[in-house]
């Protein structure tokens, strides 16, 4: 694959022969499209197109609209003889996509000039210089000379995760080898992408860059002390490089490195163990998947990414690209959503995966069929008992909760469910399959709603119905004993005779009130207990009579109470 280019205008300045100002110090070539911003002075230009002091230089500074990549060689006297000669070229890349890396390889390779042209004439139309993505290979490292580039790199990764600094490397490993070419080899592009570098110069001529490298007669940077977390870093990195295992060119950041070198063997550890920003470093690594596939370490992540932003940025991610982080995630998102409404709301819950309604719905009745009940009937438990009927899955009301009055509410206020119980209750009666969970749930009904007794009379164990009625009746007011009495005395069951014997008489309520509904409704509950209709009707017109004729108590006349 060819390697991608770069296209730069260039400016090339000397010192001897002719320029274009004339002859000596100046501009001898110019590309057309070289930006007058920069300028072509040694006024504008500076130090840009100062004599090198020490050998030749080359480097990439950061400038507000761009990059300028530099090199300066010192050449021989002049055709008059004229010692302290050099050249200088610049070349200008608009979109800064140079990094040091290319800038170091093309100097590697011959690229920049080392001397004018024989016989060459000054020019206006100089040709733009296309600079190729420098081709990276994996050094070949011995122990000592990872050693000897530890704390160096180290210093660099430091100044990179802090977001600025200035760090001094030498010129030579004792090999003869580049030490900025074996760095900028082993660091991967788009991390080193901010940092400039200057070979054999300490003047940095006005670098924007947040993060500078000096090269050059130096002595190693002192750095962090080995134990330190940067040299661990480049250890690792310098380490894999010598085995030929370069770090991927996309990576980014510190944490993408992190995750790069030991996301691995962080994710053999316990997940509660791990630091904020190993499990950042996990999260974007790309076996992210495998490691949330563990309900421990999705558990811990969901949880983390609540009080960090960070983790919570890394784990969308992570479910975003791969489909088994988002399932590992939606499994414990799931289970706590679950335990919440299951244990009355006592787990927080969290919603990274974007579950539905369908996943919380066939979660919920898979639970149900693995025996587990609601412990009780809260208004999340409710909508979600709806929801899933709603769709479709079978959910068994009876004996779903040792709630039995919420159940009860919540049969008599959504009519899905009323219609569920309703096939479910008659398919039980039908069946045989009548348990005493039927019974305490038509406790309920009869308490919240004497209506259901029309409903489930016909299709309930008469046994189970008059029992129920009994324990119905006695907790009841005044109104609802008497509403109770009156439906079970106008049902397909009356005349029977349950009205007085298993609700009005069973009830609490006191003598005289129970003779106050008796007497209204005398001709009903008659009936019901079996009178003929023109007794019934006679003794109900009697009972009238005597409660019209009846009035208040005379006490005689009052005394005036003397004062």
Request: glycine share 10%; net charge neutral; charged share 25%.
């Amino acid at each position: 694959m060819a390697a991608a280019m770069t296209t730069c205008p260039q400016l090339v300045y000397t010192s001897a022969s002719r320029t274009l100002e004339g002859p000596g110090f100046g501009v001898f070539a110019l590309s057309r499209d070289w930006p007058r911003a920069i300028g072509t002075s040694r006024s504008s230009l500076g130090s840009l197109v100062g004599q090198p002091t020490a050998g030749d230089a080359v480097g990439l500074l950061h400038c507000a609209d761009g990059r300028l990549a530099y090199h300066k060689v010192p050449i021989a006297a002049d055709d008059f003889g004229r010692a302290g000669n050099y050249v200088v070229q610049l070349l200008w890349d608009g979109g800064a996509r140079l990094v040091a890396r290319d800038v170091l390889a093309l100097h590697h390779r011959g690229g920049f000039l080392e001397e004018l042209p024989p016989g060459g004439e000054p020019s206006r139309d100089a040709p733009d210089v296309s600079v190729p993505s420098g081709r990276r290979s994996a050094p070949a490292l011995s122990a000592d000379e990872v050693d000897a580039l530890v704390r160096g790199l180290a210093s660099v990764l430091a100044s990179v995760k802090a977001g600025a600094g200035v760090v001094v490397l030498p010129d030579w490993m004792p090999a003869g080898r580049s030490v900025a070419e074996v760095m900028f080899d082993v660091l991967p592009r788009a991390l080193a992408s901010g940092v400039s570098v200057h070979v054999r110069t300490s003047e940095t001529m006005g670098d924007t860059a947040t993060v500078r490298v000096l090269v050059g007669p130096y002595r190693e940077p002192a750095g962090a002390a080995p134990g330190d977390e940067n040299c661990a870093r480049a250890r690792a990195l310098l380490e894999a490089a010598a085995k030929g295992d370069l770090c991927p060119d996309r990576v980014k950041s510190v944490g993408e490195l992190d995750a790069w070198l030991f996301a691995d063997t962080w994710m053999e550890l316990d997940p509660a163990s791990l630091t904020d920003s190993q499990v950042t470093a996990v999260l974007v690594s790309s076996g992210a998947g495998r490691w949330l596939g563990s309900r421990r370490a999705a558990s811990v992540a969901t949880e983390l990414a609540v009080q960090d932003a960070g983790i919570e940025k890394a784990l969308r991610a992570a479910i975003t690209r791969d489909p088994a982080a988002r399932s590992g995630v939606r499994a414990v998102e799931l289970d706590a959503v679950l335990r919440a409404v299951f244990d009355a709301g006592r787990t927080r819950t969290t919603d990274f995966a974007g579950l539905t309604q369908g996943d919380l719905c066939a979660g919920f009745t898979r639970e149900l069929a693995h025996g587990r009940r609601l412990d009780r009937i809260g208004s999340d438990a409710a909508l979600l008992v709806e929801q899933a009927l709603g769709l479709g899955h079978d959910v068994p009301l009876v004996g779903l909760s040792d709630d039995a009055a919420g159940l009860a509410t919540l049969a008599a206020r959504r009519p899905l469910v009323r219609e569920a119980l309703l096939r479910e209750w008659s398919s039980a009666f039908a069946s045989g399959a009548w348990t005493h969970a039927h019974e305490e749930l038509l406790v309920q009904l009869l308490r919240y709603d004497a209506d259901w007794f029309g409903s489930l009379g016909a299709i309930t164990p008469e046994p189970a119905l008059a029992a129920a009625l009994r324990r119905a009746a006695q907790p009841m007011s005044v109104r609802q004993v008497e509403r109770l009495a009156v439906v079970v005395a106008s049902s397909e069951v009356a005349g029977r005779g349950w009205a007085l014997r298993h609700v009005l008489f069973p009830s609490r309520l006191p003598a005289e009130e129970v003779a106050d509904i008796i007497r209204a409704h005398f001709t009903l509950l008659a009936r019901d207990d079996g009178w003929p209709r023109p007794l019934a009707r006679e003794t109900a017109a009697q009972l009238r009579t005597a409660a019209e004729g009846a009035g208040p108590p005379d006490d005689g006349p009052k005394r005036r109470r003397r004062s």
